[in-house]
């Protein structure tokens, strides 16, 4: 047969032989084992190269179909397994250099004219050629072509990104390939300055473009998913630095970068070259960028912004030492120029720069100057000797350019300046006072990354000068430029939330006597520039309120004085005090009072100085205040005056007790002028009030004749005051500031400014005022509930907020009154949404909860009852609630209900979320009994005309409610209205009237929340009754009958019309929670033989209804339709009812004695055995079906162990074994994925089945484990059984087994732990097994370790874990989760096999070590962002890292050996990463206890083997170590016995 097809070759040659044939006889011959040819495979690859060569070199003719064809036969063959392994046999086979050529050109061909065909053919035969070692030869041994395929691919890919089309992902496989065959081919490159050469005249270009388009957030547009998108673009990115780096910055190129970039008389012994060999890099690099051909030019400017930060960082990477920082800093300056923010010059314009551009090249700009910090090539003091401030200069050129031209709106121009000060702050300080005015007295700034960058750079100015304690000095440019010149309307808040929070900050670390010395500026400035020309003039006006804000803010938060002040400091405090009493506020007040005017709207002036005014007077009083309560050496003007309270008059408007030298007649000239104005002022008037009513609370005694009729007016103004302006609906945040309150944050303050000062106000507040009070908390609350404050409004106070956190707080039931007139007006609320559909229905019970007429208040104090409101008598309001209770019963037998539509559920679902909102256990009994009043009312008298979903929300949160009223602590207030059968049952009568219009909704988890709830609810119910212990069997009796009565459709269930399985689902609840609650009862009547002889009947009565309705609702369950959900915990309950009713009986004396001389066993006293074994049987059945429902598992897993610790129910089909078999089957499908959430109901049942099964089934249970745990389980792909028996395992780890049980599981153990170890190294292997199987087996491993102390006698079965430690990775997304697993496993050997671990030293620090370094890895500073969200994981893993160092200290000596070598590791990682302060903290302090056991000589060894840098880490750490712990150990250690 090989005779037959041995011509092959000549006719592939012949002309004669059509080119279809030639191809098909290609094809066969490459297949065909038949076929003889000599070096076959070499002949077909020649004959394939040859002719593509030979027809694109225009020596051979084919059709454009053959050429395809030829394209498909190189590609079959270059990816055919046959020539893998012709390859691996070590057959040499080669490919033509020509047709690598022909490749290049086909790519150059599709980059020109944007169109091949057979582009991915193309690039499939690429791949097959770079991914083979043989083939890729004639790219790798030809290094021209190979940079020319690079230069193709990244033009084409940079081609694919700026069109429209779907990017090919394989064109970007294709990339890495080549860059990684390049990176190879570039290493064995000898000169330098040719590969230099090549790369940035054929590859720099298009590699920066494309690294460009992936930085920017250019999508992959391919069908890949996103984790492979961004996995290809990181990749190419990582590749593009690494070829730059290689190529452009060489160490063999440090020397022509020398000659270019360093001055002569800098340089120095450095060798000059001639001039024609001189290679200039940086003028390369620039013209490079400057070519408007590497891109399009509307992004040009992009992409030299964002690749000239990458160059200085890849030149930084190559060059950065000590000697050479000059040389980066020259580096820098060049690279700057190629940026077009460098030709600006001065405040000219000429060559004007789009948004765009200026925020491209702030962005690169910003990047550089933290390449410069971070890296150090800045040193002031060198700089300044050695080079005559070259740099310096650099960057206060830079400073200017900044300043000059500002840019507020854009985050990175604030940045660049926040990183000249963190290069030293003299950079700007020339500039100071503009950049001041620039960056924040003139800047306005509304997007919160801008307000963000603003707060970051001013900071940095407060910080630095507080630091130099140079404060006052910035403060006074800030002062001047706030007096410069300025139209009305750019007049900006001086002091926003950010800028404010950074000043009072520093204001803590300063010393008094600047902060004086500030106070001293801002009050020079005020009486000399602003106060003379302040009359008519608005712009001045509009300073004084710019500095009466700084005034105010450093008074504010300085520290306060206290009896420790040095006395210098206290008299000079009072001197400035005295001094804005005297010479600011006093002139400003008589300046306001001589304004007369008679327009409706004052003048911008005359507002303006009585925001001032009034600001200053406040921030007078609080801080005069305050340093006489804590400095016994500072004496108040006030004491001075000599003031009391009984020379203050009973007007309201009298200040003089706490400001002197005011008079009340122009006080209420100033304020009735001030009055239209809803700002400052009126705020500020209204603290002035509360300050009064503070000062008088702290001066005379409670109750006390005139103070307590000043205080009820002052409450009643400071209330009034705001009423006219506060709705409660629209208002702005407010910062907190009574300096930058408007008209639209003044309803925000006001509302704030009462709240807050509840406990002051209370007990002065007239019933209406605070019914007015109430009313608005509750407006304020449902206006707002659909408002959501943005990010940057999360610091911001708002009415929401306010009255979210009164609602919530202790605070609230303490205030009676307060509370119920709340509570009535959310009765009213919810009697106003039912009105308008609720009219036909007389005495509606809702509205007389909140009649006007009654005092709905259990004990109101006696200042708050007065003459016009109800007397109080509580048995009105009693009388009035039994008369709704009435009412509701009423209703309900009636069956009249309210019909209520989406839009009032809705509402009234806003109200309940408030109630369930308030601390429904401080409810005092009148207000409980109207909170269940209105609950019972809502469910039971109302009709949802709307979605089934919503209707049952309604009801479920109406119930759950019912439920929380019934743990409260005056519970039983509610059975005084209500007889605990009659409320059971007009609930129940009202939800099998809303069953009937339930159609699907009862199947879906809304339904089963609406079970749970009302059957929580009647439990609770229930167990009260009980424990009320009042008429419980003429309640329960009642309520009985009524059940019984509701049988649904005793007979021919079938064919009835009417039959709902909604109403026997909700029937079996109510039957269920009786039967829970009467079974609790009477289990706790063990000592109480009469009570149980009389209530037992009622039990087995209960019993017996409870399984007739499960018998009917089983007939009603459609046949071969799984078991309702809710039928399971109802079978589970009654099981347990049964049960404990067979054993109650027998604890009665003489229950059946006459009957039966000897007592039957147990099993044949349960009165359903069968069926529920029956059940039994049809749970295993449905529980591998319904492994997607969570609730359905958790339900079946309780009964079956309910049932499974009776082993009277055991049976031959019945068995250990079985249930076994079940749970392992369940495991096996989806169910796996909700284990997590099952694990305390599995335990709970393994440990019933490990208890009562026999010994031989449990051996049985446990070959089934070890089968599943078998390797070749994953070679097989069938993972899912490991992970079921991993599980199962841990789970059987935490049963408590003994005698046989326990010697047959820990013979065993071997096997197990061999098993788990192998499992483990197979999924570490396996990038899809890691996430899912490395965690579980991890644990099992600690728990199996820490349960085997005593148990595990042969030490190697404890070391083969280490092989799992050491081969987890700890670089996955689940970080945290490998890592507690690894450390739990490493902790259990440490405390429970402590001779095993010392005996396996190595193995154990090495795998600690592997912790240590992934936490310094993954703690590490990252840029300015600190450490991110996961910061919570990290943190706590650096906590068990210090952990684990402080027990391997204390728990042997025997490591003192190995301490040196602890040091060591941790000290040479620490050098490589600059850690966050809080990761080094518990890492450090970790380290201190292992340093505890070196000896002086360890160190010594240690400072004398240790590399350079490592030894100046270990330096520092041993110098901290001596001063922060050893000091304090040896402290400890005098007091130690």
Request: glycine content about 2%; proline content about 4%.
């Amino acid at each position: 047969m090989a005779a037959i097809y041995s011509g092959i070759h000549l006719k592939l040659k012949s002309p004669k032989t059509s080119w279809e044939d030639k191809l098909k006889l290609a094809q066969f011959a490459w297949i065909s084992h038949q076929c003889f040819l000599p070096n076959k495979e070499q002949v077909l690859l020649d004959w394939v190269s040859h002719t593509l060569v030979s027809f694109y070199n225009k020596k051979l003719e084919l059709p454009d179909e053959i050429t395809e064809k030829l394209w498909v036969y190189l590609d079959s063959i270059l990816h055919s397994r046959k020539l893998q392994g012709l390859f691996k046999d070590g057959k040499a086979i080669t490919l033509r250099f020509s047709i690598a050529q022909v490749i290049n050109e086909r790519l150059s061909i599709f980059y020109t004219q944007k169109k091949l065909k057979n582009l991915s053919t193309l690039l499939s035969c690429c791949s097959g050629i770079l991914s083979s070692s043989p083939l890729s030869i004639v790219y790798t041994t030809k290094f021209e072509l190979l940079v020319d395929l690079l230069s193709k691919l990244s033009n084409i890919a940079c081609q694919q990104f700026l069109s429209e089309d779907i990017v090919s992902s394989q064109l970007f496989e294709v990339l890495l390939l080549t860059f990684g065959q390049y990176l190879l081919a570039q290493k064995q490159q000898a000169n330098a300055n040719r590969v230099f050469g090549q790369v940035t005249k054929r590859l720099f270009q298009p590699c920066l473009l494309l690294r460009h388009l992936l930085t920017t957030g250019v999508q992959l547009r391919t069908n890949d998913d996103g984790h492979t998108q961004q996995h290809l673009g990181r990749e190419i990115r990582n590749h593009v630095e690494a070829l730059l780096r290689v190529a452009v910055f060489p160490p063999e190129l440090l020397q022509s970068y020398t000659e270019e970039l360093v001055p002569e008389k800098d340089s120095h012994n450095i060798k000059k070259g001639g001039l024609k060999h001189l290679l200039l890099p940086v003028n390369t690099i620039q013209s490079t960028l400057a070519d408007p051909n590497i891109c399009q030019p509307t992004i040009h400017g992009k992409v030299v912004a964002n690749s000239v930060p990458l160059l200085f960082k890849l030149f930084l990477e190559s060059y950065n030492k000590t000697e050479n920082h000059l040389l980066c800093f020259h580096m820098l300056t060049k690279l700057f120029q190629c940026l077009k923010i460098s030709h600006l010059q001065g405040d000219h314009w000429n060559n004007a720069l789009s948004s765009a551009e200026w925020s491209s090249d702030l962005l690169a700009m910003e990047q550089l100057l933290h390449l410069v910090l971070s890296s150090n090539i800045y040193n002031v003091a060198a700089d300044r000797i050695r080079h005559k401030e070259v740099q310096f200069h650099f960057y206060q050129q830079l400073a200017q350019l900044l300043v000059n031209h500002p840019h507020a709106a854009i985050p990175a121009w604030f940045r660049c300046l926040n990183a000249l000060i963190s290069l030293n702050h003299l950079i700007v300080e020339p500039d100071l006072d503009d950049l001041l005015a620039s960056a924040w007295i003139d800047a306005e700034v509304s997007e919160p990354r801008t307000k963000k960058a603003q707060e970051s750079l001013v900071g940095a100015l407060f910080h630095s000068y507080t630091k130099l304690r140079q404060f006052q000095k910035l403060f006074e440019e800030v002062l001047d430029v706030v007096c410069r010149p300025a139209a009305e309307e750019l007049r900006l808040p001086i002091l926003p939330a950010g800028i404010k929070n950074k000043l009072c900050e520093c204001l803590q670390d300063l010393p008094p006597s600047q902060i004086l010395d500030v106070i001293s500026l801002i009050l020079e400035k005020c009486r000399t520039v602003i106060i003379p020309d302040l009359r008519g003039d608005s712009d001045m006006a509009l300073k004084l309120h710019s500095m009466s804000t700084l005034l105010h803010s450093v008074l504010f938060h300085m520290t306060s004085l206290d009896d420790s002040t040095p006395l210098p400091i206290v008299r000079r405090t009072q001197s400035l005090l005295e001094t804005v009493q005297t010479e600011v506020i006093q002139v400003l007040f008589n300046l306001l009072k001589n304004v007369h005017t008679e327009k409706a709207k004052l003048e911008v002036w005359a507002e303006k100085v009585g925001d001032s005014l009034l600001l200053l007077a406040c921030t007078w009083v609080a801080t005069d205040t305050l340093f006489e309560l804590n400095c016994r050496h500072y004496i108040s003007p006030l004491a001075k005056a000599n003031f009391t309270l009984a020379d203050s008059t009973v007007d309201i408007l009298d200040f003089s007790t706490i400001l002197p030298g005011l008079d009340v007649k122009s006080w209420k000239k100033i304020t009735k002028l001030l009055s239209c104005v809803c700002s400052t002022s009126r705020y500020c008037t209204e603290w002035l009030m509360l300050q009064k009513m503070k000062n008088i609370l702290m001066h005379t005694a409670y109750n006390a004749e005139p103070s307590h009729e000043i205080l009820q007016h002052a409450s009643a103004f400071i209330l009034e005051s705001g009423q006219p302006f506060f709705s409660g609906e629209e208002a702005e945040p407010w910062d907190g500031s009574a300096g930058s309150i408007n008209c639209l944050s003044y309803p925000t303050a006001h509302w704030h400014l009462v709240v807050s000062n509840l406990p002051v106000l209370f007990p002065y507040l007239s019933l209406s005022n605070t019914q007015y009070v109430a009313g608005m908390l509750l407006k304020t609350l449902l206006v707002n509930k659909m408002q959501m404050s943005s990010d940057d409004e999360s610091s911001f106070i708002t009415i929401e907020k306010v009255s979210k956190d009164l609602l919530c707080s202790s605070l609230l039931p303490e205030m009676c009154v307060l509370h119920s007139s709340f509570f009535s007006h959310i009765i009213q609320h919810s009697a106003g949404v039912l009105l308008p559909v609720g009219q036909s229905i007389v005495n509606q019970p809702i509205q007389q909860l909140s009649a006007e007429n009654i005092p709905w208040c259990d004990s109101p104090p006696s200042s708050q009852i007065v003459s016009t409101g109800p007397s109080y008598d509580p048995s009105v309001c009693w009388a009035a609630m039994e008369k709704v209770a009435q009412n509701i019963l009423s209703l309900a037998k009636k069956r009249s209900f309210i019909n209520l539509e989406e839009d009032h559920i809705e509402r009234l679902l806003d109200l309940l979320e408030i109630i369930s909102a308030l601390h429904l256990d401080s409810l005092f009994p009148l207000d409980h009994t109207r909170c269940f009043l209105l609950l019972v009312s809502l469910a039971v008298n109302t009709r949802a005309a709307c979605s089934e979903t919503l209707s049952l929300k309604f009801l479920t949160t109406c119930f759950h409610l019912l439920a929380q009223l019934q743990t409260s602590r005056n519970a039983n207030s509610s059975f005084k209205v209500f007889y605990a059968s009659d409320v059971l049952e007009a609930i129940l009568t009202s939800m099998f009237a809303a069953c009937e219009t339930f159609s699907s909704i009862f199947k879906t988890s809304e339904w089963d929340e609406f079970l749970h709830s009302i059957q929580t609810f009647l439990e609770y119910y229930l167990q009260l009754m009980f424990e009320r212990r009042r008429s419980v069997k003429l309640n329960l009796e009642k309520f009985m009958s009524f059940l019984a009565t509701c049988q649904p459709y005793a007979t021919n269930i079938k064919h009835s019309k009417c039959w709902s399985p909604a109403a026997d689902q909700l029937l079996l609840v109510a039957l269920t929670a009786q039967c829970h609650t009467l079974t609790l009862h009477l289990q706790q009547q063990h000592g109480k033989p009469q009570v149980l002889e009389t209530r037992l009947n009622l039990l087995e009565q209960a019993i017996q209804q409870t399984m007739a309705t499960i018998v009917l609702c089983l007939q009603n369950n459609p046949r071969g339709q799984p078991l309702p959900v809710t039928f399971i915990p109802c079978i589970t309950t009654l099981l347990k009812a049964d049960s404990s009713y067979v054993h109650l009986v027998s604890l009665v004396p003489g229950e059946s004695e006459s009957e039966s001389p000897v007592k039957p066993d147990k099993a044949q006293k349960l009165s359903h055995s069968e069926l529920y074994k029956q059940f039994y049987v049809q749970i295993l059945k449905e529980l591998d079906l319904a492994s997607g429902n969570v609730q359905f598992l958790y339900s079946s897993l309780q009964f079956l162990t309910v049932f499974c610790s009776m082993p009277e129910m055991y049976s031959a089909q019945v068995t250990p074994v079985a249930v076994f078999h079940s749970i392992r089957k369940l495991l096996l499908g989806p169910g796996i994925q909700f284990i997590q959430d099952l694990e305390v109901q599995l335990t709970e049942l393994m440990t019933q089945l490990m208890e009562k099964c026999t010994t031989d089934n449990f051996c049985t249970i446990l070959r089934l484990l070890l089968e599943d745990l078998d390797i070749s389980n994953i070679w097989k792909q069938n993972s899912k059984a490991v992970l079921s028996a991993v599980t199962l395992i841990k789970v059987l780890l935490s049963c408590p087994v003994s005698g046989e049980k326990e010697k047959a599981f820990w013979f065993s153990s071997p096997q197990i732990i061999t098993a788990l170890v192998l499992q483990a190294k197979e999924a570490s292997q396996d990038a899809a097994l890691l996430p899912t199987l490395i965690v579980p087996v991890l644990e099992t491993v600690a728990i199996l370790l820490r349960r085997g102390e005593g148990m595990l006698s042969n030490p190697h079965h404890v070391t083969l874990v280490f092989s799992i430690l050491l081969t987890a990775p700890l670089d996955q997304r689940d970080y945290g989760s490998i890592f507690l697993g690894i450390h739990e496993v490493l902790f259990s050997i440490l405390q429970c096999h402590p001779k095993v671990m010392l005996k396996a030293a190595p193995s154990f620090l090495n795998s600690f070590h592997r912790l240590v370094v992934s936490v310094m890895h993954e703690g590490r500073q990252k840029g300015n962002r600190g450490i991110a969200d996961e910061s919570e994981v990290i943190l706590k893993c650096a906590h068990l890292v210090e952990r684990m160092y402080t027990y391997i200290a204390a728990k042997t000596e025997e490591f003192t050996v190995l301490s040196p070598f602890i040091v060591a590791q941790y000290v040479m990682e620490l050098q490589k990463v600059t850690l966050h302060p809080a990761i080094k903290k518990h890492l450090t302090e970790g380290i201190y206890h292992i340093l505890d056991l070196c000896l002086e000589r360890d160190i010594k060894f240690l400072n004398a083997t240790l590399p350079a840098g490592v030894r100046e880490v270990l330096k520092e750490l041993y110098r901290d170590y001596n001063h922060y712990h050893k000091s304090l150990k040896q402290g400890d250690e005098k007091y130690t016995a």
